[in-house]
């Protein structure tokens, strides 16, 4: 079958009075061949014009018409009805499915074959043959792509029990030198996952503007056309290395087929070079991950005259953002569903305090070797405690985060005699001895901590002249109680106490009958 041009040509040249050598020679066909289509033509009955306002597809149809002729007495499917039930909105009917309704209505219709090929024919006809691909404009040092290498092979074996033991390979690229980062763990939890990013980033001795891992749930919380939402150890590697982490679309694989491809060719070029030999530790066995993949990315690409390193030095790396101080540490992860009532939370044996409005709301605890911090359900920073590895005290509360009526109770729980002594010295003597008294009047001392700071706490904004005063006429009544001290010193203040120093007559003080 020869196609529109030369089909036309032949025509053309024929018309024009060429030989059939010439018109032969033109088009690199047989004596045959051209003839057929001359005779074809002629037997049509269009003229040249008429041809040419043709689409190609009718041109070729009118000259090399299908070898098998359809059957005239079976109804030709419905091919649009069944195209848009396929490509219709969260459907689930494929072809398989249209065939099968097809031939439930059409017994003696076109078997399985024949209505696959014509609704290809008409697909290809109606909406184009090739699938359309976008063009990607790689930009330099712009991003890291981040996935599994898809197969988990056995390349560890226990020395002691003969078990073998399968790897997970983690793996990274860059977009435009598409430079290549491997190394192999027991699992594919997030620590493994923070990781091998860790180790990637600090590999290429910089960072990328965007991070574009898989949907993966030890990366992605949530990802719809709506949201994203990031787990928070990746939210807070976002935070560390000040980059983005940016996700392709969910259920859409060609949004990172940079890495997918180098995913297939990882499990070709390094999986099956691993499995020529036998290891006995993760660390033996990601040393040869090492030397191989520098292998990879020294070699020169196919077809090219230049390595994975080579474009790496070339156009990723000057673009790439300088690594920040230190070292991005992985934490461990504790979700909390409602912070209790007492606003402690549990970790390791320990209870550490958030503020008490946090009650019943979600929260996330971090915990490092030194450090505890506690987020909020948005990973926003709440506090932050020192970790404690002692036995006692298991609560580690922050007088801050505690109710009112909770601290003051602490306070009291938490105080000697000495320390109200002290307080009561700042008043004077008389003060000084009333509490003295108080807590010498408990056969046991404790017992008189909640007078004491009850007569102190309601004191801190009295003038100190006024509250001597109340002690002393306590001390004179041999009443050293918590009630007495409050009666005296509620009617001194109203004005009834007898000897309270007052102020000296003077021309310019107005005195309370001025305005009557």
């Not at 195209?83 to 072809?95: F, G, T």
């Not at 979600?362 to 359900?377: F, G, H, N, V, Y």
Request: include cysteine.
């Amino acid at each position: 079958m020869q196609n529109y041009n030369t089909i036309i040509g032949v025509i053309t040249m024929r018309q024009n009075g060429c030989s059939y050598s010439v018109i032969q020679a033109r088009y690199h066909i047989g004596s045959y061949a051209a003839q057929l289509i001359l005779n074809r033509f002629n037997d049509s009955g269009y003229s040249l014009e008429q041809l040419k306002e043709m689409t190609p597809c009718e041109v070729e149809q009118l000259i090399y018409p299908p070898a098998n002729i359809r059957r005239k007495d079976v109804p030709m499917p419905d091919f649009q009805y069944y195209y848009e039930r396929i490509h219709a909105k969260d459907s689930k009917v494929n072809i398989a499915y249209c065939w099968i309704d097809y031939k439930q209505q059409n017994p003696d219709g076109y078997e399985q074959s024949q209505f696959y090929e014509y609704y290809n024919k008409f697909v290809a006809e109606t909406y184009g043959k090739r699938e359309v691909k976008m063009a990607v404009e790689r930009v330099p040092g712009e991003k890291m792509y981040i996935d599994w290498v898809g197969d988990q092979p056995g390349l560890i074996v226990n020395t002691e029990t003969g078990e073998i033991i399968n790897v997970h390979i983690f793996a990274t690229t860059l977009g435009v030198s598409s430079k290549i980062y491997a190394e192999a763990f027991l699992n594919e939890k997030l620590q493994s996952f923070i990781a091998g990013t860790v180790h990637a980033i600090q590999s290429y001795g910089g960072i990328t503007k965007y991070l574009v891992p898989d949907n993966l749930k030890t990366a992605v919380k949530k990802h719809s056309r709506d949201e994203l939402i990031l787990q928070s150890a990746y939210s807070d590697l976002e935070d560390f290395y000040n980059t983005i982490v940016l996700p392709p679309p969910p259920r859409k694989p060609k949004g990172k087929a940079t890495v997918e491809g180098h995913v297939r060719f990882l499990e070709t070029h390094l999986v099956e070079k691993l499995k020529e030999k036998i290891f006995t530790s993760i660390d033996e066995l990601n040393a040869e991950i090492i030397k191989i993949v520098a292998a990879l990315n020294s070699r020169q690409l196919q077809n090219k005259s230049y390595s994975r390193n080579d474009t790496f030095e070339k156009y990723d790396k000057p673009c790439l953002r300088p690594l920040p101080g230190g070292y991005f540490t992985v934490c461990d992860y504790k979700p909390v569903l409602q912070v209790p009532d007492n606003y402690h939370i549990e970790y390791d044996g320990h209870y550490y305090s958030v503020l008490y409005s946090y009650c019943g709301k979600p929260a996330i605890l971090k915990a490092t070797p030194s450090e505890i911090r506690i987020c909020d359900q948005y990973n926003r920073l709440i506090c932050k405690h020192k970790r404690s590895y002692t036995s006692f005290p298991l609560y580690i509360t922050e007088d801050s985060h505690m109710r009112p009526e909770h601290l003051y109770y602490k306070e009291v729980n938490e105080k000697d005699g000495a320390y109200y002594r002290r307080w009561a010295s700042v008043f004077g003597p008389n003060m000084s001895e009333l509490i003295n008294r108080i807590l010498k009047a408990s056969k046991h001392e404790e017992q008189s901590y909640n007078s004491c700071a009850g007569i102190l706490h309601s004191v801190k904004d009295v003038p100190h002249g006024i509250v001597e005063e109340a002690a002393r006429q306590c001390l004179e009544m041999k009443s050293a109680r918590y009630k007495t001290f409050k009666q005296i010193l509620s009617r001194i203040q109203s004005g009834s106490g007898s000897n309270v120093d007052t102020l000296p007559a003077h021309e310019n003080i107005r005195g309370k009958g001025f305005y009557s």
